[in-house]
């Protein structure tokens, strides 16, 4: 409240108050980072990545099937022809074989997203990044704090870019920011989100068609005050996702998401899994429905792989095989971040609701 009265009081509501200034600073530095570009939300940081690393028509990106619909949209919005590359079984992330098996000469990017906390691959996607010379950008909506070998999510492809959305584990309401070293593409980016300005150029003299994705003082006061929590909140839900993971660990046909060794920090954005409906007896719908009744949030994971939404049924996209995105679709689950930020009590009686939710 504090921070927000001191933007109230100022006057300056905009995106030209200081405090944009010191959340693109402090979160930069926060994901290892020297340059932090701010934007309206998680989606247009993408468009700009793509924009100023120079994606655009006849183009390909390779993304991943499973994701949510912004980081194939985004490909579409600058052009560019996602082409949709399969998800490995428990991981929940982009596949790197199947990511290798689709390159083509006209491939320019990859985007990869850390999906619900738990990081792609990096060990297997940056070599083959530099194998074709392809741009990779982390889609980091999920993964504030998630750290691969000490490295934080953000700071290993060209950039990285971050969703303060409602429901993500920092929020605005709405907000985004991307992340990078590269000084030249970070001067980019930010001239695409400023209407097109110079750092320095003056107000009235846009050099590229821009737009206004600024967001304002008031959304980056409270970000400011979240951020402070981001560290004890995501020590809370590790504590709580691994006594929940043990507590089940003996359910038939239950499996959680697979953590990548590499991984040494999760944010625990949400608790992923999978329902054997053989072994266990119960479908993933009849999970969802009694784990809902109990009050316990959960979701039947997307109604579909990317490729199955509306705007894809026409062409616009490349799929390759998809077999275990099209599987996840009828048998995986997600409990939202919240579900993990209880005391040790609460963590046990959700992994007992659970547990009935599973017949066991
Ligand atoms: C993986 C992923 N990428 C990108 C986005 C887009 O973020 P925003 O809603 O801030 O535009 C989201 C949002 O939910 C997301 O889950």
């Not at 590229?208 to 560290?231: D, H, K, M, W």
Request: with cysteine.
């Amino acid at each position: 409240m504090e921070l927000l009265r001191e933007v109230i009081e100022s006057g300056r509501w905009g995106g030209y108050h200081d405090f944009v200034g010191r959340l693109e600073r402090e979160f930069a530095a926060f994901v290892q980072c020297a340059h932090g570009v701010s934007a309206m939300n998680g989606t247009v940081t993408m468009e700009m990545a793509l924009w100023a690393a120079g994606v655009g028509p006849g183009d390909e990106v390779i993304v991943p099937a499973i994701s949510f619909v912004s980081t194939a949209m985004v490909v579409s919005r600058v052009g560019a022809l996602p082409v949709f590359v399969d998800i490995e079984p428990l991981s929940f992330n982009m596949d790197p074989e199947r990511a290798a098996a689709a390159v083509t000469p006209r491939t320019k990017a990859m985007i990869a997203v850390h999906f619900g906390g738990a990081m792609a691959d990096m060990d297997r996607l940056l070599p083959l990044a530099e194998e074709h010379g392809l741009v990779l950008i982390e889609d980091a909506a999920h993964a504030h704090g998630a750290e691969w070998k000490g490295r934080r999510a953000g700071s290993l492809g060209l950039a990285g870019s971050f969703s303060f959305q409602n429901s993500k584990v920092m929020t605005a309401g709405e907000g985004g920011m991307l992340t990078t070293n590269d000084a030249a593409f970070a001067e980019r980016a930010w001239s695409i989100m400023d209407q097109g300005r110079k750092p320095g150029g003056g107000w009235f003299f846009h050099y590229v068609p821009g737009s206004n994705y600024r967001i304002t003082g008031l959304q980056a006061a409270v970000l400011l005050a979240q951020f402070e929590r981001l560290p004890e909140q995501i020590c809370r839900r590790t504590r709580n996702a691994a006594l929940l993971r043990a507590e089940l660990s003996d359910v038939e046909g239950l499996a959680f998401q697979a953590l990548p060794k590499a991984q040494n920090a999760n944010p625990w954005y949400l608790l992923l899994g999978r329902i054997d409906a053989l072994s266990m007896g119960r479908t993933r719908d009849e999970f969802h429905r009694e784990l809902t009744a109990a009050d316990v949030p959960c979701a039947a994971f997307y109604p579909h792989p990317l490729y199955g939404n509306p705007l894809y049924q026409d062409g616009g996209c490349r799929v390759e095989p998809c077999p275990v995105a099209e599987a996840c679709v009828a048998d995986a689950f997600w409990l939202p971040h919240r579900a993990l930020l209880g005391d040790e009590e609460t963590t046990r009686e959700v992994a007992a609701a659970m547990r009935r939710a599973c017949g066991q």
